[in-house]
């Protein structure tokens, strides 16, 4: 059975979520920016000799509670939550998203990372709140298609450490759980 793994990626507007997700799963960089309401995207992988489908949900930047978000938020398997280190807003705003999930996996992202000049976020505040956060941390450029395979892989292997394929896998058919 190929094993089904749904991400959500949370961030401000224009941090780079859609360019991101768009140069992991179609391999280009979308250069123009185009505000997302709510993509879904499908990628058919192998990861460490397995084969595996990533449902990708990149959020709005803009709009915070959508009933898409909400279920997402339910059912997500990980989450990377992506800043933009020229902009230190959508640093500071990451701490309320990750509120809102506290619960692993996660992965922080410090995306434009190509930008040098217009750098505010330094390296070492990243790497503070993603183990504030106890997430991994990298920095990306969707531009320079640097570490975004990475943070998706990632996310991957967390979720397998914490649920192994046949955990995952199985479906409970009687019984009662409590909540
Ligand atoms: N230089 C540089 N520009 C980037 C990078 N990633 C994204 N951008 C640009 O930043 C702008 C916004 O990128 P998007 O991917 O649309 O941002 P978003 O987070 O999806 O924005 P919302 O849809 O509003 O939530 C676009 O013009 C991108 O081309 C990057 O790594 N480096």
């Not at 709009?63 to 230190?88: C, P, W």
């Not at 956060?133 to 450029?141: L, W």
């Amino acid at each position: 059975m190929v094993r089904e793994y749904k991400f959500v990626v949370l961030g401000n507007g224009g941090v780079g979520k859609s360019a991101l997700t768009v140069q992991y799963v179609q391999e280009f960089f979308l250069v123009r920016y185009d505000p997302t309401i709510e993509d879904s995207y499908s990628k058919t992988t192998h990861i460490d000799g397995e084969q595996i489908i990533l449902e990708i949900l990149d959020t709005a930047g803009t709009e915070q509670f959508t009933a898409m978000r909400d279920l997402y938020m339910k059912n997500g398997h990980g989450f990377i939550l992506v800043y933009s280190i020229t902009s230190q807003s959508s640093f500071n705003d990451l701490r309320d998203m990750h509120e809102m999930i506290l619960r692993v996996p996660l992965v922080l992202c410090g995306n434009k990372c190509d930008l040098v000049d217009q750098r505010v976020v330094t390296t070492e505040q990243g790497v503070s709140m993603g183990l504030q956060m106890n997430a991994s941390f990298y920095e990306s450029s969707a531009l320079k298609n640097l570490n975004v395979e990475e943070l998706f892989v990632d996310l991957v292997r967390q979720v397998n450490r914490i649920q192994p394929k046949k955990e995952m896998g199985k479906k409970k058919t009687k019984g009662c759980s409590l909540l």
